[in-house]
C-alpha cells in the first residue's frame, strides 16, 4: 500500500492560493492520487483526481511532477466555507479495488478573515 | 437521486450487542465501501465490494462483516460489539471508469458507542 505523508495543518486567509502536498513515495505504476475534502459531521467529498502533469477543474488545481512522489492540490482564492480536512488518497482505481486506497492523515486548513 | 444512505444516525450499544448498519445507493455503482473513523483520524478501510455477491476485506476487517446480495444494498454486521468499534462509520460508494476515473460518494454516517 502506497503510504501518504501530509502537513497536520495550515493557516490561510480568505482570497489567498493555498498550496497543500502530500507525499507518496511508494507509488506504484497503475496508482491514482486523489484528494478528499471533510467537513466536521459529515462524509469525505471528492475534489480532484489525477495520474500525472496537472489537472485542474472549478474548485482546485492538482500538480503532479514527473517522479509522482508527491503531489500538490491547489485551492485558488479560498474561503472561510474552505476551513476542513483534506485527504491524499493514492491507489489502483482499475485493479486494486478498496483494498489499495488509503487515506492519508489528513491536512486540517483553517481559513481565517 | 438521494445518493447514499447510512441508517441509523446514531446507535448506543453494548458491548457484546450485536448490531447492522444500513447503507443504500440509488446511482447503479458497482464498487460499495465501509470504513471506520475513529476521533481526529483519517478514515480506514473496513470492507469493500466491487459488484453484487463479491466482497473483500479492507485494512481492518476483524470484528465485522459485509455481504453484497443487490447492488444497492450493502449491510456491514457487527456481531459482537467492543468498546474499540466505537467510531464513525461511513459508507461509500464509487462507479470505476475504464479510464480509471474513481470518484467515492459518501454516506452521512452512522456514529456508533459501545458502553
Known amino acids: 500500500l502506497a503510504k501518504t505523508t501530509q502537513p497536520i495543518s495550515m493557516d490561510s486567509y480568505e482570497g489567498q492560493e493555498v498550496n497543500i502536498t502530500c507525499s507518496h513515495n511508494?507509488?506504484?505504476?497503475?496508482?491514482?492520487i486523489t484528494w478528499y475534502q471533510q467537513f466536521p459531521s459529515q462524509g469525505p467529498r471528492f475534489i480532484i483526481q489525477g495520474y500525472k502533469t496537472k489537472v485542474t477543474n472549478e474548485v482546485a488545481s492538482l500538480f503532479i511532477p514527473a517522479d509522482r512522489k508527491s503531489s500538490t492540490l491547489s485551492l485558488p482564492r479560498v474561503s472561510l466555507s474552505d476551513t476542513a480536512v483534506y485527504y491524499c488518497?493514492?491507489?489502483?482505481?482499475?485493479?486494486?479495488?478498496?483494498?489499495?486506497?488509503?487515506f492519508g492523515t489528513g491536512t486540517q486548513l483553517k481559513v481565517e478573515l | 437521486n438521494a445518493g447514499v444512505t447510512q441508517t441509523p444516525k446514531f446507535r448506543i450499544l453494548k458491548i457484546g450487542q450485536s448490531m447492522t448498519l444500513q447503507c443504500t445507493q440509488d446511482m447503479n455503482h458497482n464498487y460499495m465501501y465501509w470504513y471506520r473513523q475513529d476521533p481526529g483520524m483519517g478514515l480506514k478501510l473496513i470492507y469493500y465490494?466491487?459488484?453484487?455477491?463479491?466482497?473483500d476485506k479492507g485494512e481492518v476487517p476483524n470484528g465485522y462483516n459485509v455481504s453484497r446480495s443487490t447492488t444497492e444494498d450493502f449491510p456491514l454486521r457487527l456481531e459482537l460489539a467492543a468498546p474499540s468499534q466505537t467510531s464513525v462509520y461511513f459508507c461509500?460508494?464509487?462507479?470505476?471508469?475504464?479510464?480509471?476515473?474513481?470518484?467515492?460518494?459518501f454516506g452521512p454516517g452512522t456514529r456508533l458507542t459501545v458502553l
Open positions: 465490494s466491487v459488484g453484487a455477491g463479491i466482497t
Open positions: 461509500a460508494s464509487s462507479d470505476l471508469k475504464t479510464s480509471g476515473y474513481n470518484e467515492q460518494f
Open positions: 511508494n507509488i506504484a505504476t497503475n496508482d491514482y
Open positions: 488518497l493514492v491507489g489502483d482505481p482499475v485493479t486494486g479495488g478498496g483494498n489499495k486506497l488509503t
